[in-house]
């Protein structure tokens, strides 16, 4: 598992393997913050779970590129292909989880 | 402030009756420091033919079922994480290599046979781990440990604070909080509000529409538990009658904290003043604990 911060120039190498979460997020969004506690506590349980996270402040290409509509937004990624995205930050922790359960085992 | 406080119970004894066993110890700083310092580092390598599997192993499993999610040639699974299904996650725990297994999953059979386990190993706990976290004076594993130490010691104290005033309020002689004090209180907590959200500007309507989205409440009580306050609230007067308990908690608590410490911060004049007081009372009990 791994916990990684790629800009444009590396972010499709870092999310090329493996399942990973790319959260992109901004130092000055509250519900960016309830997102990293829940993310922090799910890599922690799952090291099969890398965690890119993206701050949009230090690289807003990333915004355009990978069309973030608004912080926080969780891109899922298995070998590179994305598999599922989650807007907002009302999110539980069991939600993510299931969205992880079902991209990585199916419904 | 009007409200009389008569007398209070013993608080030494009563200190002593809730006990501090339970303080954290070195073992609890170093597990605490293990789990913040290895996050995203763990790695996985084979384990030892015939040991059993525990939580945060990762088994792969050969699953046969009529369900298509539970018939797969290769499943691998982290033991306890929660993401797979939690009777065969739980079922998992102590199996071996080689070992069979089933359970029910939406009334279909599924069977399953454990082909791999391997074990989470944590890389070893260096001052590099620590830089990596880029915090602010501290740049060595020790410094880190003692920065942890006085974090879970500064917590520990901090509810034994709060266990204490529980045993205390209710014993405590004093008079039922003073409307006056109380308005005041409130009065004291609201000015910051309503001057950051303009409230006198807003219609009932807009104020209602603002502030009573209960999705909201877990996100602002975790990170803006000012704004907390507001939800659900329909107005200046409504918000005075929310926070009637509260603020009259605050009174209760103010006055019993301050004899404790000889201090008469008082609430009517200082939004801070019970937060004041309890930072001084848990100064006083990671004292009276850790000596110093």
Redesign the interface.
Known sequence: ???AYPTTKDYDETVAEGFWIADFYTSTC??C??IDKIL?EI??????I??AKCNLEDDWDMKDRYQVLGTPTLIFYLDGEEKGRMLG??HTQSEI?EE??RI???? | MKTKLYSIPDWQAALRAIGWADAPTGDDVEKAVSRELTRGKASFAEQAPGAPIEKGCRATLRTESALPKFNKEKTVVTVGSGLYDPAIEAQLCGMTAGGRGEAAVKGEKVSFTVTKVEKKVLPPLTDELVRELRLEGIATLADYRLCMDSKLKEEYAAELCRRLLEELLPAARMDPPEEEDIRRVIDLEYEPLRARFSLDTLSPEEWKEAFENAKLRDFYTQIYPDIARLLGTTGRESYYESRRDAAAETIRACLVLGRILGDDADPTEDPQAERKLTQALTGRLLEMIYGG
């Open positions: 598992m791994a916990i509250g519900p913050k309830l922090s890599v922690l349980e799952n090291p099969d890398n965690w930050g009302f989880m992880i359960s990585l085992y199916g419904e």
